[in-house]
């Protein structure tokens, strides 16, 4: 299954909202559960019906040849996503800084951006999470049957070390599943880490310095002009194994509730 997202903004501070904002105003605690971290204001549709685009035209033969293609360089995709095919925006490993601003209060955080070649992203990514602290909460997000509205499922007070072991048993689904994201996130440090479906790490929150150490570390680098895939056209590659797989992730992080979170529900 392969859907295409055609977004040519450059991500500006806009977009970088968090899973997890949290608002203290004395005895009152309100945790609104954002859009997520470059959301494209876009609509998911199919590629044979997509237009103004450089999937427009491919013919099933094309559209596979380029979803084939596993390397721009020494820089090695997973199997979730695809530049566009005339390539507006060639994949690279390098992370840049940018802002998210609060619309209501207009007070900004900083945020990383990240993209880091396929077998780095899972090292990386847990690396990351365990600068966050020993306990921690997870919001799944998932696209599966064709939602083009993401939906978020969230699971408080989880261990990090066993967050982290059950992860790495779902690496594939992580890596590979373009409908699946994961964000960890400690709310008192007003700190989040995300896998999104686009396999790009984003750290939110302040400071930044052990993120961005730990990026460098594992050589991925500073880069002011860096572009992302998510700033041009690009298609998502999912199938009916990533959706078993997802329910499976779901039930073992005790998720069946399905306490699903939309962009304004607040919990008191």
């Keep these: 299954m392969y859907r295409v997202n055609r977004n040519r903004r450059r991500c500006t501070q806009r977009y970088f909202t968090p899973k997890l904002f949290l608002l203290r105003t004395g005895l009152e605690t309100e945790m609104g559960f954002l859009k997520r971290i470059l959301r494209n204001g876009t609509?998911?549709?199919?590629?044979?019906?997509?237009?103004?685009?450089?999937?427009?035209?491919?013919?099933?033969?094309?559209?596979?040849?380029?979803?084939?293609?596993r390397s721009y360089g020494m820089f090695e995709l997973t199997d979730a996503v695809r530049p566009s095919y005339d390539l507006q925006v060639v994949p690279k490993q390098g992370f840049r800084y940018d802002q998210y601003v609060d619309e209501k209060t207009g007070l900004s955080t900083p945020v990383i951006l990240a993209s880091a070649t396929r077998y780095r992203i899972m090292d990386l990514f847990l690396e990351l999470v365990d600068q966050l602290g020993p306990v921690v909460d997870v919001v799944l997000?998932?696209?599966?049957?064709?939602?083009?509205?993401?939906?978020?499922?969230?699971?408080?007070?989880?261990?990090a070390p066993v967050l982290k072991s059950m992860l790495w048993e779902f690496e594939d689904l992580l890596l590979n599943d373009g409908c699946t994201g994961i964000a960890v996130i400690n709310p008192s440090k007003r700190q989040e880490i995300q896998l999104d479906e686009h396999k790009l790490l984003i750290a939110y929150g302040d400071p930044l310095d052990c993120f961005s150490q730990t990026l460098i570390q594992?050589?991925?680098?500073?880069?002011?002009?860096?572009?992302?895939?998510?700033?041009?056209?690009?298609?998502?590659?999912?199938?009916?194994?990533?959706?078993?797989?997802?329910?499976?992730?779901?039930?073992?992080?005790?998720?069946?509730g399905e306490m699903f979170l939309d962009d304004h529900e607040e919990f008191a």
Aim: proline share 4%.
């Design 141 to 159: 997000e998932t696209s599966h049957q064709g939602n083009p509205h993401p939906e978020d499922l969230y699971r408080e007070h989880i261990d």
């Design 43 to 69: 609509s998911d549709e199919a590629v044979r019906v997509a237009s103004n685009g450089s999937f427009e035209t491919l013919t099933d033969d094309e559209l596979q040849t380029h979803m084939g293609i």
């Design 218 to 256: 594992g050589d991925v680098y500073p880069d002011d002009d860096m572009q992302f895939i998510t700033e041009a056209e690009h298609v998502h590659s999912s199938s009916e194994r990533f959706t078993s797989q997802f329910e499976t992730l779901k039930h073992r992080l005790g998720m069946d």
